[in-house]
């Protein structure tokens, strides 16, 4: 603003910028006192009404586009209303909050820290009397790339406790701070993971850890191993195991002597002990965070853009399909301080479910990829599914983003929940309107060139195996978080699909090689029309046979989804279809005779019935729900033991 307003009266822009260039800060106006080799810049600010509070953590937030850590406390014997109302803002808009004395006069500044306090969550907020302390406790157990703000005080140098008056400058107070933050990750994690289990319990233990597992297969040396109890099986019953794997702790629920002593975390309920360390985790994150939603591709999209952003900076993403009520507290639990970003992904089978989970991870972008039928059993439409899947919107944090297909059915329907929460909408897709645009796809032997419009600026980009909405998507968050597109369009061609999402493989079997599309992880009806349709798009002039189980979870619409794939085969360049399964039947019986191929009433026949008619280079897609089995099929044939089917 002051730039143009310097434009109208006629002065020189070049002239204009040097001046600006040797402008310096208003002491104790979101001045920058200190900036650690670790980039963790503390501020200090005269702020101390609600209005002012809610400008200087908003400017920084907005400018570093980082969560803000703020140490502040209100004056005594002023009003007091506005105890609760700084409260709330800081509630709101941040996620560590230090609550300290500021000039108390004669009131008891336990009683405002108090009145301060039970406006804040408990998990976000440190109780600390003396000024000093809480500057020097906030700035220690910061981490790299942390924003502190220092309220309040600005350049005043006096803390007024009524009778007595002391010489303090937060400003001071931070200048000679001697704190070294130069330690090596695993020392900050083990910190910081230390800093947070003593959140929780309310006591000091000494548990350095560094990862969390529920799996005693899975655990690494250095883990913090939950011994869960599931539908199956109890954790517990693998507490040796996770020791000797080289846990070092595992958080038990019952009162058991299988490990030693200093190995135990008792609590009363693990999993609510794995929310609770997960949501601190988040809370405590200074990561940009971006949770995938939809009825199919998550996980493809998910590991699309956690791959593309460790181009950029440390990222974490969650591994496998780590979606559900398991998953994906587990996997905030292993968002680590130098991760510049995290990837989750959230799953649902019925209603509440991505809101209680999106609750837990508080993406600032959130993607919702498709809307279908998949879990329908559970719902009465398509509408109420597209509602549940929406419960996303509720949960991304102030500032954030939706990026969704504008060809979606419900387009307009997130668009309209979004804007009501000032959430800005970014869409992505053919159409002309779309931010992030398909322009053009041109095939050539070994890859497509995709040409893409984002906000005005064009790219072009090769790609093998990854679906091209897949890819618009991951553009709209490198645009979003204005990150070089350059950089990556050269890499997306190499970044691999998962087994059994489209993967295609080269099998080869005494003289014969052919080539498998595995598509077996799981199904719902977009999805299966998806990769029929893909598969019929390949322009080969080999025959092209699909394997297909049943769709499950589709309750009473079953019958009709599974008929509805038939015409979608019909009009496919797909020459042979084959079926295992009951309710793959319905599709079967209404293909044209035609493209009948045979009937697997066990997965062994695929030896006696596919096998045979397959010639070189052909192609054979298998897929089904994960229950079928079908995926056994895929494994043995990638692993070369086609007997073993």
């Not at 502040?72 to 700084?86: L, Q, T, V």
């Not at 800081?90 to 996620?95: A, D, G, I, T």
């Amino acid at each position: 603003m002051a730039i143009k307003a310097c434009e109208i009266l006629g002065l020189n822009k070049k002239k204009i910028l040097e001046c600006i260039s040797k402008l310096k800060n208003v002491k104790g106006r979101l001045e920058l006192v200190k900036e650690f080799p670790d980039k963790t810049r503390v501020f200090i600010d005269f702020a101390h009404t609600p209005d002012a509070i809610n400008s200087a953590i908003s400017s920084l937030k907005t400018h570093f586009k980082k969560d803000v850590t703020i140490v502040f406390g209100c004056g005594g014997e002023r009003d007091k209303n506005k105890r609760k109302k700084i409260g709330k803002i800081v509630n709101r808009l941040c996620n560590k909050i230090f609550v300290t004395d500021d000039n108390p006069r004669r009131e008891k500044p336990e009683l405002i820290r108090k009145a301060i306090i039970k406006h804040i969550n408990k998990e976000k907020v440190v109780e600390i009397g003396n000024r000093t302390s809480a500057v020097h406790l906030a700035i220690k157990n910061s981490n790299p790339n942390e924003i502190i703000l220092i309220a309040g005080k600005g350049h005043e140098d006096i803390q007024d406790y009524g009778n007595k008056k002391y010489k303090i400058s937060d400003y001071k107070i931070v200048k000679s701070l001697q704190i070294k933050k130069n330690k090596t990750k695993q020392e900050i994690n083990f910190q910081h993971n230390n800093f947070l289990i003593n959140k929780i319990t309310n006591k000091k233990l000494k548990k350095d850890f560094y990862g969390v597992s529920i799996d005693s297969k899975s655990v690494k040396k250095g883990d913090l191993f939950f011994a869960i109890k599931g539908k199956n099986n109890d954790g517990h019953n693998y507490l040796n195991e996770a020791v000797l794997k080289g846990a070092s702790y595992c958080v038990i629920s019952k009162n058991l002597n299988k490990i030693p002593k200093n190995k135990v975390i008792k609590v009363t309920n693990t999993y609510n002990f794995l929310k609770k360390l997960a949501i601190l985790k988040r809370n405590y994150s200074n990561g940009k965070i971006i949770a995938v939603t939809g009825s199919s591709g998550k996980t493809t999209v998910k590991d699309l853009i956690g791959n593309l952003l460790n181009s950029y900076g440390c990222t974490y993403f969650s591994p496998k399909s780590f979606n559900n009520s398991y998953g994906v507290p587990l996997s905030l639990c292993n968002l680590r301080h130098e991760h510049e970003y995290g990837v989750f992904e959230i799953g649902m089978s019925k209603k509440g479910e991505i809101d209680n989970l999106s609750k837990l991870v508080k993406p600032n972008i959130a993607i919702i990829t498709n809307i279908a039928e998949a879990h329908i059993e559970n719902f009465k439409n398509l509408n109420h599914i597209a509602k549940a899947k929406g419960e996303i919107i509720d949960n991304i944090s102030n500032f954030g983003y939706l990026i969704i297909d504008r060809e979606n059915k419900f387009f307009n329907y997130f668009k309209s929940k979004a804007e009501k929460r000032n959430i800005r909408v970014v869409s992505i897709g053919h159409n002309s309107k779309s931010d992030i645009k398909i322009v053009k796809i041109k095939k050539f032997p070994k890859y497509k060139l995709l040409t893409i419009k984002a906000f005005g600026k064009k790219y072009k980009i090769k790609t093998k195996d990854q679906i091209v909405q897949n890819i618009a998507f991951a553009i709209a968050v490198l645009e979003i978080l204005e990150l070089n597109v350059d950089k990556i369009k050269n890499k997306i061609k190499d970044i691999k699909v998962l087994a059994g999402r489209g993967k295609i493989y080269k099998i080869k079997y005494k003289n014969l090689n052919f080539n498998l599309i595995d598509e077996s992880y799981n199904a719902n009806p977009l999805s299966m029309k998806q990769s029929i349709l893909n598969l019929s798009n390949i322009n080969k002039n080999h025959q092209k046979y699909i394997l297909l189980g049943d769709m499950l979870e589709l309750g009473s619409k079953s019958q009709i989804l599974h008929e509805n794939l038939s015409p979608i085969i019909n009009h496919s360049k797909i020459n042979k279809l084959f079926v295992h399964g009951k309710h793959i039947m319905n599709t079967y019986k209404n293909v044209n005779k035609n493209k009948r191929g045979n009937i697997l009433q066990e997965k062994s026949d695929f030896k006696e019935i596919l096998l045979p008619i397959l010639q070189n280079n052909d192609y054979l897609m298998i897929k089904g729900s994960n229950a079928t089995g079908l995926k056994k099929i895929s494994q043995n044939l990638t692993k070369g033991r086609i007997n073993a089917i």
